[in-house]
């Protein structure tokens, strides 16, 4: 399930922008498609811009009934009557979306026998220090089991040994669901952290729900301003 907003308060009109003769979207769907690995790929949007783009390249799209704060609860609508096990949430503004990260959060649950897992998600290992202290880079802090212990929009953690090495990770928006989670996320209220921070995963923390990370080497791009955008052209061609 492919979450995807027409609106966008840091460039609006992301997921419509030209990519080298398509849109951005219709590159993120393609991509996911040619991975190989789900039974069934949708763009799950509110726009009729976005859907009959999808739609006139080929591709599955299904419209929101009702209006969505955020992707987990757009695809909870969409799935609801559904008849699946995991369903993977891919980000509309990542046209690179490539078969080895997503194999890694599929594998987890394959692997998870007594089935403690209600989510994983990715993280990459970041060592910018502006991007460290970016505040539209949300950064995951992890046990040693690698289950994610806090989001954040700010650096954690904070270094406050300066003699001690500290690992930073930047969390990608790539989720794998089990239905019961998603489930359970869309009718439960927002709460102070989520509220503040803005990072709908922090939701799930505060309800005792258990997320695996898994890390990954592959940064790829998210087109969240119109130079990231200028980026990908880059790439691609």
């Not at 069934?40 to 949007?45: C, I, Q, R, S």
């Not at 009934?65 to 503004?93: F, T």
């Not at 089991?145 to 930073?168: G, H, M, Q, V």
Request: hydrophobic share 40%; net charge negative; charged share 30%.
């Amino acid at each position: 399930m492919i979450p995807a907003r027409y609106a966008a308060s840091r460039f609006p009109a992301k997921l419509m922008q030209d990519l080298l003769g398509k849109p951005v979207i219709v590159r993120t769907y393609q991509a996911t498609v040619n991975t190989g690995l789900f039974d069934e790929v949708y763009v799950v949007t509110d726009s009729d811009i976005i859907y009959d783009a999808v739609v006139g390249e080929g591709g599955k799209a299904l419209m929101s009934q009702k209006e969505h704060d955020c992707g987990s609860d757009r695809i909870a609508e969409a799935v609801m009557a559904m008849d699946v096990d995991i369903i993977v949430n891919v980000q509309g503004d990542e046209p690179f979306t490539n078969r080895e990260s997503l194999i890694g959060v599929i594998e987890v649950f394959k692997n998870d026998k007594d089935k403690e897992i209600d989510l994983a998600s990715l993280m990459v290992r970041i060592d910018d220090e502006d991007e460290i202290k970016n505040p539209n880079t949300v950064k995951v802090i992890v046990d040693n089991r690698n289950f994610a212990l806090y989001f954040s929009r700010s650096p954690i953690p904070y270094p406050r040994a300066k003699s001690e090495y500290t690992r930073y990770y930047k969390h990608k928006g790539i989720y794998a669901f089990r239905k019961s989670a998603l489930m359970d996320f869309q009718r439960l209220p927002m709460l102070q952290l989520e509220a503040t921070e803005k990072i709908e995963a922090i939701r799930y923390l505060e309800y005792g729900k258990k997320i695996k990370m898994v890390e990954t080497t592959v940064t790829g791009i998210e087109i969240d301003t119109p130079e990231d955008l200028e980026k990908a052209k880059a790439v691609w061609k």
